[in-house]
């Protein structure tokens, strides 16, 4: 197996890495996360592409992933809640409806070739009264996630089902990188 950097900073990246045995070490991408793009499946190509060249700049003949992730809801990106109204709101949107995760991924080999790909999972939300809403924001941990949710924790109980990989909503389509990263 070889080592690769991860240009991400995100705990749930290195955990999902782990969790396939690939060795990495961590590099984050220090760039400002601008783009033109619009679509969201535009917009996480572009941005991991932009972490990876950054981060492969620095560290030439090395392999380097990044990825960029966005929950998107009538093709509008929702970030991180600014505040619990804010939280509240995106919740209550999504409720009851279903939604896109799309993650960009974009892996530079040593030899500097670029691939970049995204992966779009839908997910499908219980209609979650407002008082369920307010108790999971009173948790604490919808408010540094996109959407205002993190399905691999608490969130979980808000998901009726999805519909495509569950690694991609959690931050990595953790199957498809694996086969691009070592020859299918």
């Known amino acids: 197996m070889m080592e690769i950097i991860l240009a991400s900073g995100s705990p749930r990246r290195r955990e999902l890495l782990s969790q396939a045995g690939i060795d990495y070490i961590v590099k984050p991408a220090d760039i400002e996360e601008t783009t033109e793009e619009v679509l969201p ?6 941005l ?7 981060v492969s700049k620095e560290n030439p003949g090395r392999i380097v992933l990044a990825a960029d992730t966005v929950v998107a809801f009538d093709d509008k990106i929702l970030g991180k809640p600014r505040d619990e109204e804010d939280a509240f709101n995106m919740l209550t ?7 896109q995760v799309y993650t960009g991924v974009t892996i530079i080999d040593e030899d500097g070739n670029v691939n970049t790909f995204s992966e779009c999972t839908d997910v499908v939300m219980y209609d979650n009264s407002p008082e369920r809403i307010r108790a999971y924001i009173a948790s604490g941990e919808p408010m540094d ?13 808000l998901v009726e089902r999805i519909s495509g990989d569950y690694n991609n909503v959690v931050g990595l389509p953790l199957a498809k990188v694996y086969r691009e990263l070592y020859n299918k």
């Open 41 to 46: 499946s535009k917009v996480v190509e572009d």
């Open 48 to 54: 991991s592409r932009q972490k990876a060249i950054a």
């Open 145 to 157: 996630k996109a959407g205002a949710y993190g399905i691999q924790g608490l969130g979980a109980i």
């Open 93 to 99: 949107a999504l409720s009851g409806r279903t939604h």
